[in-house]
């Protein structure tokens, strides 16, 4: 399968938890990318328990992580299993970011997380579950740009799409969202409680609460 792919140069997602199942996977994508000269866009979603070695293995394949936030919601059973030592880096972000590697993040919703954005954003800037525990250590947490900077330009490299979106810019998608609160400046404790009170997608209002619900009823009408 890994090589019909390789050979039609199409993009690859492989999704692996564990370093294991990950030096197994590099195992193939090295003999077959150098096999079929492959050149796409690939990358690996996960990747919670990966180590240094194959994090250099994927950056000298020219792949990308993308993670997701299923420890803020499974934190306390990994660390049951684990250890506490174990999940302080699981995922090791700040390793794969310190590698020069492309990092995308999202949700993996709603198979495993909530699709809420903020959930995943406050995981990666405190660290925490949902349910308070901490997991990660002080140097694998985020910024609140960084994190940011993972959801939207990140995300945006995986669909080819970073000319168009993940960026305030020249010739970028112009859809915007007004929050409940500032990203930026709430309190960490609060950025899982963000919402969108309006959200404008393709120059349509799609989303609106107090006090924008007028735009909304004045969009429908005029269409």
Same mark, same amino acid.
């Given at each position: 399968m890994t090589r019909l792919v390789a050979q039609k140069q199409w993009p690859i997602r492989q999704h692996a938890t564990y370093d294991e199942s990950i030096s197994r996977i590099l195992d193939v994508f090295e003999r077959i990318f150098r096999e079929t000269g492959y050149r796409a866009r690939w990358g690996i979603d996960h990747a919670e328990t990966i180590t240094p070695r194959n994090i250099a293995r994927v950056k000298a394949m020219g792949g990308a992580f993308a993670i997701q936030d299923r420890m803020a919601f499974a934190g306390e059973f990994f660390v049951e299993r684990y250890g506490k030592e174990a999940a302080a880096h699981a995922p090791p972000i700040r390793q794969m970011l310190d590698a020069g590697l492309t990092v995308g993040a999202g949700t993996d919703a709603t198979r495993v997380a909530s699709y809420n954005p903020w959930i995943s954003l406050y995981w990666m800037v405190t660290g925490k579950t949902v349910g308070g525990m901490q997991l990660a250590s002080p /140097?694998?947490?985020?910024? @609140? +740009? +960084?994190? $940011? @900077?993972? #959801?939207? $330009?990140?995300?945006?490299? *995986?669909?080819?799409? /970073? /000319? &168009?979106?993940?960026?305030?810019?020249?010739? &970028?998608?112009?859809? *915007?969202?007004?929050?409940?609160?500032? #990203?930026?400046?709430?309190?960490? /404790? &609060?950025? @899982? @409680?963000i919402e969108s009170v309006l959200t404008v997608t393709g120059g349509d209002v799609v989303y609106s609460a107090d006090p924008f619900t007028m735009f909304r009823s004045r969009t429908a009408a005029a269409g």
């Open positions: /140097e694998n947490r985020l910024s @609140r +740009e +960084e994190a $940011l @900077r993972l #959801y939207t $330009l990140g995300s945006a490299w *995986f669909s080819g799409e /970073e /000319e &168009q979106k993940g960026r305030i810019a020249p010739g &970028q998608l112009g859809d *915007f969202a007004i929050l409940s609160a500032d #990203y930026m400046t709430v309190p960490e /404790e &609060q950025i @899982r @409680r």
